[in-house]
């Protein structure tokens, strides 16, 4: 088939964005859909000095590839920042910036088409040359179109997760994180805003109304946490570690219940909150209580809120304290819920593929240590998967760094040889010993 692709990207995130900046070098040739207009990188949070939590060194390219024209690196002397980024001598980078880096890479790259969705995916295992027809709607001109490929890879990433029974509301008043800045300005002109969650976002999202607080002294701000309090995320360097490709191995090859145990022991390197984002909270906090001021605030962790319901012009929070299995109401005019993400797993996927491959439980599907779907039959065309992950490649299948080593697999498999080194024995720790 002439129009045959070596790959398909379905979604360009930082993922898929990483892989295609990575195959540029190579022989292999594909293409890759995404659904919005544009790239831009969680929008909704594009707060004004909130860093990066990994270094800039987990740019989509460095780790497999530091002489890449797609660096961070390059990114800043062709944007002349390369002095002030020296000067700057932060090893974390601006989010904002971030994402800029991210849109100048799309913009050096072809093959990536926006707005088109993939609507569905079908298999061809008997065809002369096994493949699959990935058909994609051009969505601003309506028009359907079938593109063929040996390799598929899913990235379609994470979508906001609302509590039970509290969608529907109105979003102005009741908002996920991923679009606070979008009603922003409207929360900043109610008197009483109530953020539920206790991760970055969370403090996040307080801090910045906390500081816009200077011009609203009568806006109350308060926090509700159900974890047991705002603890920070696992920095130290040895910790850091379980990101590496030696954890992941090792990790991988544990059954399905040791490895869930242990993402709930990796907790702190996961769902902790960054040690600037707290000190900067605390800072602030102290500022405002000079001279026997008060805080306009009110922070209670070891809180569930369990419903929201409408209360006049305003909203109704069931809350449970539970380490004293207390309940109270609660009111507020505005909710953010800081309430994370889960994997996003199209319909289509479902309808095609849920009878094809193996599953661990009734949500989590088999993934090979290279990021294939294991399928019933053996096949030589993959379904490569950069979505929900976690229960197969551990804390860091959602880190940016990890994700260069995951294209860097990927592309190794698809090409049939190495391409790109994938390097182990890169940290101190060992995480089992055999008998000699």
């Not at 849109?103 to 995916?121: A, E, P, T, Y």
């Not at 990790?251 to 960054?274: A, V």
């Not at 094809?356 to 096949?379: A, G, I, P």
Request: with cysteine; charged share 25%; glycine share 6%.
């Amino acid at each position: 088939m002439d129009d045959m692709y070596d790959v398909i990207g379905i979604g360009i995130g930082p993922f898929n964005l990483g892989l295609a900046a990575l195959m540029d070098k190579t022989e292999l040739n594909g293409i890759f859909f995404d659904k919005t207009s544009q790239f831009d990188w969680h929008p909704g949070m594009m707060i004004e000095k909130m860093d990066l939590q990994v270094p800039f060194l987990a740019d989509v390219v460095t780790l497999a590839d530091p002489t890449s024209p797609y660096s961070y690196l390059n990114y800043l002397r062709e944007e002349n920042r390369l002095f002030k980024f020296f000067f700057y001598s932060e090893f974390k980078v601006p989010r904002q910036e971030y994402n800029d880096y991210l849109k100048w890479v799309v913009s050096r790259l072809q093959g990536l088409m926006f707005n088109h969705k993939v609507i569905d995916v079908v298999d061809h295992p008997q065809a002369n040359d096994p493949h699959y027809e990935v058909i994609v709607k051009d969505i601003e001109h309506g028009i359907e179109k079938s593109y063929h490929t040996r390799h598929v890879v899913m990235g379609t990433g994470s979508k906001p997760l609302m509590l039970k029974d509290m969608t529907g509301l109105p979003e102005e008043d009741v908002l996920h994180t991923s679009k606070y800045l979008y009603h922003k300005e409207k929360l900043l002109n109610s008197e009483h805003v109530t953020i539920v969650g206790s991760g970055q976002s969370a403090a996040e999202v307080f801090l910045d109304l906390l500081q816009e607080q200077e011009y609203r002294d009568d806006m109350h701000l308060t926090l509700l946490t159900r974890s047991a309090g705002l603890f920070q995320l696992e920095s130290a360097k040895l910790g850091q570690e379980f990101f590496s490709p030696d954890y992941v191995d090792y990790f991988h090859e544990l059954p399905f219940d040791k490895r869930t145990d242990s993402l709930e022991m990796l907790g702190s390197l996961r769902k902790g909150i960054d040690p600037d984002t707290l000190k900067g909270l605390y800072r602030t906090l102290y500022h405002k209580t000079t001279g026997s001021k008060k805080a306009n605030i009110t922070i209670q962790p070891m809180t569930e809120v369990q419903e929201i319901t409408t209360a006049g012009q305003g909203y109704q929070l069931q809350c449970h304290q539970w380490q004293k299995d207390s309940h109270f109401t609660y009111m507020t005019d505005k909710v953010v819920l800081a309430t994370g993400y889960r994997p996003h797993i199209p319909d289509w996927f479902l309808e095609r593929f849920q009878d094809k491959v193996e599953w661990e439980d009734d949500k989590r599907y088999q993934v090979t240590r290279d990021f294939r779907l294991v399928f019933h039959d053996d096949r030589n065309h993959h379904f490569f998967v950069s979505t929900n992950l976690t229960h197969t490649h551990g804390a860091g299948a959602t880190n940016l760094a990890l994700a260069t080593q995951r294209n860097i697999e990927i592309i190794n498999k698809i090409a049939g040889k190495q391409i790109y080194e994938e390097q182990r024995n890169t940290i101190f720790q060992q995480f089992t010993m055999e008998d000699n």
